[in-house]
């Protein structure tokens, strides 16, 4: 288990913490009694490493508060602790500390190397410079490889010796490595300056979604261009030159290599907050500033945070970013700051009259909200690029006049099951980039998809059986839209729809891009072809269900890339077909609620990938084939609801247990 400390020793949030940990799953914001019972019953007995890093606190009592709900652990089960202070090494140690060398002066040059000059051959009068200048490190390694991002596109020996006799090697009480930060950051254009200066408004240690950042940034007014900036304009402009001087780091990448989050170094994350001096703050547990003149961004961490009001009283005016991850009523008085560019209030219940008085709001994030509809005034943001309504689960209509924002780059609302259908004309809004999911509906045609050009990760199209011909559904153009998550669903209740797997057919997407399909309420007898195309060749995902009509799966073996397949509520498939056999690259298996499915082929035993099976609500299926002993690569296998595999699968007594006892976890319901 590994939990970031940093600044904020509190015991509640410390408790939580090492509870995520361990369950690898967010923890419900409980008192502090609770939540270390919990701990207790999670960890009583365990032998377990528990990495507690970057500790400040230097009070004793706080560790041993914390120490006292963690002995329950069993033998063997340790504690360490990283700390840049000498003094909570001697409070928290119960053995000798280990302090962390200093890389010698070859070892900083090795990494300075890599950093300044990559491939390229070192060159020689530069080195002699940058020995120098490495002297000043202190073996730190950060700095090292700060230095080496700085140089690395500076080819003048003027500008080498401009930084070996910065003073700013001379100033006292600094970490070695933040001098060479801190040239790093002076070395920036201004604009990225500031944008680098806004991340302190993340926790320390926090995984930061680039995307997420880069749309604060974009309403901010950080970047700016004369024309629509989608994320692929200002990648190599800004937060690539921001990773590529060492400011980030640990970076996560999806199937196409694009990097989709990554984090700052502690010490980073101090020249942020150093360089953001309380115009950035966030804040937990109430630990507002003192003072809040300067503060023009807020973002708070903590469902029980009462400093608002505080705020109010200080009739802070120029507030230009605020975000709350839970949303109380009286957190509605932020809209009294009028120059909000930025305003994310999750877990709403209720709003105000009016939003009109927002001119400057550019980013509006109220997803997990409890409300069924959103106020008129709304539409009367003029500046709003950006709308976040994610799984409002109650929002059943979206205002009439939503096409008047013409401004509006990214409209979220993937998780509304309850939207019933989307603004008359919604095609008009030209500038719309993003469209997560589309109803259609009463006055709502297919055919205005095909005016909108955009890129997303997910898309969801909703009431395709109210489609009334192909040529509407054609006319989507869905060939154009780039598309990685993509949703198409039928209302279950919906009868025989005419030429429905015309329909499917030409809702064909950009198959290069696709990565997920999920296929819902099709009430044709056959998939189309597209959906077994050798083009899809980054199709990870493909679920389909309550396809009643369906007679057999699409042909899977095209597909190169298949990992995870879900069949679920196809009530007249009767097997999985030898095509199977052929998708080796499947390493999950569902079958749920299929009531005529009576065997599996003998040649499911060449998915050689196969790593979990689940089995559930397949009353005729009798037996397992007895290739699955062949699967070496099965670690899960489950089974729920299928009476007669179940007695056969019955531990030591089954006929079919030795085809499955070499499975390491297997679960058999009866």
């Known amino acids: 288990m590994w939990v970031c400390v940093s600044e904020d020793f509190s015991l509640k949030r410390m408790t939580k913490a090492i509870i995520e940990a361990e369950t690898k799953n967010s923890c419900e914001d409980l008192d502090l009694e609770p939540l270390q019972r919990r701990l207790q019953h999670l960890l009583q007995g365990k032998r377990f490493l528990l ?5 400040w606190d230097d009070k004793q009592e706080n560790w041993q508060r914390l120490r006292s709900v963690l002995a329950c652990g069993g033998k063997g089960a340790s504690i360490l602790v990283t700390t840049r202070l000498a003094k909570v090494a001697e409070i928290m140690g119960t053995i000798p500390p280990h302090d962390i060398s200093k890389l010698s002066d070859e070892d900083c040059w090795e990494l300075f190397k890599q950093r300044a000059f990559g491939s390229n051959e070192e060159r020689t009068k530069l080195a002699v410079i940058v020995k120098e200048i490495l002297k000043k490190c202190g073996g730190a390694p950060l700095a090292a490889i700060a230095l080496g991002s700085l140089l690395r596109f500076k080819t003048e020996e003027k500008e080498w010796h401009y930084v070996k006799e910065s003073k700013l090697w001379s100033l006292q009480d600094e970490d070695y490595a933040m001098p060479a930060l801190r040239l790093s950051y002076l070395n920036l254009p201004l604009k990225l300056r500031q944008c680098f200066a806004f991340c302190a408004l993340f926790p320390k240690d926090a995984i930061i979604r680039k995307q997420f950042l880069i749309e604060l940034w974009m309403a901010n007014g950080f970047i700016s261009s004369n024309k629509i900036l989608d994320e692929e304009d200002i990648d190599n402009d800004v937060w690539n030159e921001l990773y590529c001087r060492s400011f980030f780091q640990d970076i996560e990448t999806d199937v196409f290599g694009k990097i989709t989050s990554f984090k700052m170094h502690d010490l980073v994350h101090d020249l942020a907050q150093s360089i953001s001096d309380e115009v950035c703050c966030i804040t937990r547990n109430d630990d507002m500033p003192s003072t809040f003149e300067r503060i023009r961004h807020l973002s708070f961490g903590n469902r029980t945070s009462t400093k608002v009001d505080s705020i109010l009283m200080y009739n802070v005016k120029l507030l230009r970013t605020y975000t709350s991850l839970y949303c109380h009523e009286y957190h509605l008085d932020v809209l009294k700051f009028h120059s909000l560019r930025v305003l994310k209030l999750t877990c709403v219940t209720r709003f105000p009259s009016s939003f009109s008085h927002l001119k400057f709001l550019r980013y509006l ?16 943001l003029w500046n709003l690029q950006i709308l976040k309504l994610h799984y409002c689960r109650n929002l059943r209509i979206l205002p009439n006049n939503l096409i008047h924002l013409k401004a509006l780059q990214h409209l979220y609302l993937f998780g509304c099951f309850r939207l019933s259908s989307l603004p008359p004309n919604i095609g008009n809004l030209t500038s719309l980039r993003t469209l997560s999911m589309y109803v259609v509906g009463k006055g709502n045609l297919l055919a205005e998809l095909g005016q909108l050009n955009f890129k997303v ?6 009431h395709l059986e109210r489609v009334k011909n192909v040529e509407d559904a054609k006319e989507a153009n869905m060939l154009s839209k780039h598309v990685n ?3 198409l669903s039928w209302d279950e209740e919906s009868q025989l729809q005419e030429n429905v ?3 499917l057919e030409v809702l064909q997407p950009y198959s290069q891009q696709l990565q997920e399909l999920w296929v819902e309420g099709y009430t044709g007898f056959h998939f189309p072809e597209w959906m077994s195309s050798s083009s899809l060749i980054h199709l990870r995902s493909m679920y389909l269900k309550s396809c009643k009509s369906c007679l057999h799966l699409p042909q899977l073996g095209k597909l190169p890339s298949l990992k995870e397949l879900t069949i679920w509520s196809c009530s007249k498939i009767e097997g999985l077909g030898e095509d199977l056999q052929h998708v080796t690259s499947l390493q999950s298996l569902s079958l749920l609620c299929l009531p005529n499915l009576t065997s599996l082929p003998d040649s499911l035993g060449k998915l050689c990938s196969l790593q979990k099976l689940g089995i559930r609500d397949c009353p005729k299926l009798i037996c397992l084939p007895t290739s699955i002993q062949s699967l070496s690569a099965l670690k899960s296998l489950s089974i729920c609801g299928c009476p007669e595999l179940e007695k056969r699968c019955k531990r030591e007594t089954g006929e079919d247990w030795p085809k499955i006892s070499h499975i390491q976890n297997l679960h058999v319901f009866s």
Do not use: Y
């Open 457 to 462: 990760n997910e898309f969801h199209i909703k």
């Open 501 to 503: 797997k015309q329909i």
């Open 365 to 380: 994030d109220l997803s997990v909200g409890e409300f069924e509809t959103l106020p008129a005034s709304l539409c009367k």
């Open 485 to 487: 998550n993509l949703r």
């Open 51 to 55: 990495v507690l890093d970057d500790v």
